[in-house]
């Protein structure tokens, strides 16, 4: 890259050189003319020198693709998580670093308050075994204590945490939650959807969080390292897929100070909606940097939780998941959404969730609602009725790319083998000529679209295991799922997911050519440097 490349103002000529540069809308070329923070022309360098006398040039070593274009994540909860304990597998190895992170934090903070760690992992990090109150009051007696599974749809509390919960043995249940249970009926200290949410998340708490909230200006230094991560992984877009008032909030700001480097669509946690409604906001409303794409809603639990709805049992148990809203107020939901014109993304992973989300939206079509690209997010366990209907529907899948790498080893598990086979299914879903995007749901899984390409095109666990091999997809089409794929669930592929002339200039340098190495190595090409309107917002060191 140049040492220097001088600054760019309005009406800027700047051609950009690579030694290869994958438009994915042609075949590859070795430069663009950029106007501004657009595209405007590809091809050979001589003659679009000579064509448009540009007034600056970048040269990069690299090769370049467009940006990656994450269609599921959540960076407003990401910037929480950053200002908290980083409990990841990665981090905490195992139980016993687990237990340090936990008691580290607690001797920084001040007394009563909580402790809160992100992305724990019982399957890697305690042995398969999930950790309870008791466990929680061993490693931190003196602070209340939220540890979230990597999932995130279900915690555990230690004794402190449950009693300011205000929960006690003779606690019932939430509606659309589960509080958990020892063989004698107490309480173990896990707490499931809207029991931990009502705890924790307030885009979907039924009034104020038990654990506050930090404040405005520590999340703003979470979000600025929230972006960072992402944009040293090649991710220059990202829809964030449950947004509540302090969440649109902190997006806002982050834009208005010009701290918002992402472009970022946002999805409404669906208890919000009233709000969207009154304001008489649709989906499209804000700009190329922060737009409103629609309302997030939910069936089920998680798929590597291990507690969405399916039609058949878990393997070895009697249990098919949780349902997380009752068919009535589903119906309800997507008949006013969809009725009024709004884009509706439904998490729905299991295959009994799946066909009541549906259930719902034929009702609606009947009763009149417009056609919009409505999603499903995750969509993770399919069958050939389910998948005839999506397309009668119309309806955009946002499936995850790299849950068979990272989350293979407890899916086996879980489902067996013969329904691996029918989850994930991009393979069967691009095959049906269903719209499909690429999806990390961050923190659930990793955040990097790499990673993903190697899981979507190998369909194997860290550990070799096969995870769906029938599912496999090639390099171009993972890459397809991050770009054009991404582009068109949020309405957005007039402006992204390729590099041809009227796009955004959006784009990554990576250190080798994807589509010239194993699939298996793709996870491992560097991220030189990433781009979004011609502006560079990563270099690696």
Known sequence: MNAAVPAAGPGTWTLVVADRIHTLAGPPVEALVLLDD?????????????????DRTIEVDGVLVPGFNDAHAHPSMTAENL???????????????????????????????????????????????????????????DHPVLLT?????????????????????????????????NAS???????????LF??????????????????????????????????????????????????VALLSEAARSGQLTLRVAMLVAFPHYDRIAALGLHSGFGDEHLRLLGVKAFVDGACAGGNCLVDEPFEGTDDHGMQ???????????????????????????DRAIRKLLDAHERARASGAPRRRHRIEHCSLVDADIVGRIRALGLVVVPFGSYARFHGDKLVGYYGRDRLERMFA????????????GSSDYPCGPYEPLAAITSCAERRALDGTAIGLSQRITVHEAFSLYTSGAAYAA?????????????????????????????????DIPVRSTWIGGRLVHAAR
Not at 156 to 177: K, R, W
Not at 426 to 437: E, N
Request: proline residues 7%.
């Open 83 to 141: 200002l908290h304990v980083n409990c990841s597998p990665e981090v905490a190895t195992d139980e016993d670093v687990l237990v340090r992170l936990l008691r580290d934090e607690a001797a920084a903070i001040d007394e009563g308050h909580w402790v809160v760690g992100s992305r724990y992992d019982h399957t890697k990090t305690t042995g398969g075994r999930v950790v309870d109150r008791e466990f929680l009051d061993r490693a931190v007696p």
């Open 426 to 437: 991009h393979r069967t879903l691009l095959d049906a000529g269903i719209p499909v995007a």
């Open 198 to 247: 009502d705890i924790s998340y307030p885009s979907l708490a039924r009034g104020r969080t038990v654990v506050p909230p930090s404040t405005p200006a520590a999340r703003l230094r979470g979000l600025t390292r929230a972006q960072q991560l992402f944009h040293a992984a090649g991710i220059t877009s990202m829809v964030d897929a449950l947004c509540g008032p302090d969440d």
């Open 185 to 195: 009926g107490e309480l173990n200290g896990v707490v499931y959807e809207q029991a």
């Open 38 to 54: 657009r595209v405007a022309a590809v091809g050979d360098p001589r003659e679009l020198r000579g064509r448009f006398r540009p």
């Open 491 to 523: 309405g957005e592929e007039r402006v992204k997911g390729t590099l041809a002339p009227g796009k955004l200039a959006d784009f990554v340098e990576l250190g080798r050519d994807p589509f010239q190495v194993p699939p298996s190595e793709i996870v």
């Open 324 to 350: 997380t809203i009752d068919d009535a107020d589903l119906r309800d939901l997507v008949e006013r959404v969809a009725g009024d014109g709004v884009v509706l993304a439904v998490h729905a992973n299991g």
């Open 149 to 181: 599974h990597v999932a995130a749809h279900w915690g555990v509390l230690n004794s402190a945490g449950l009693a300011a919960a205000g929960l006690a043995d003779a606690s019932t249940d939430p509606p659309g939650g589960v509080l958990g249970r």
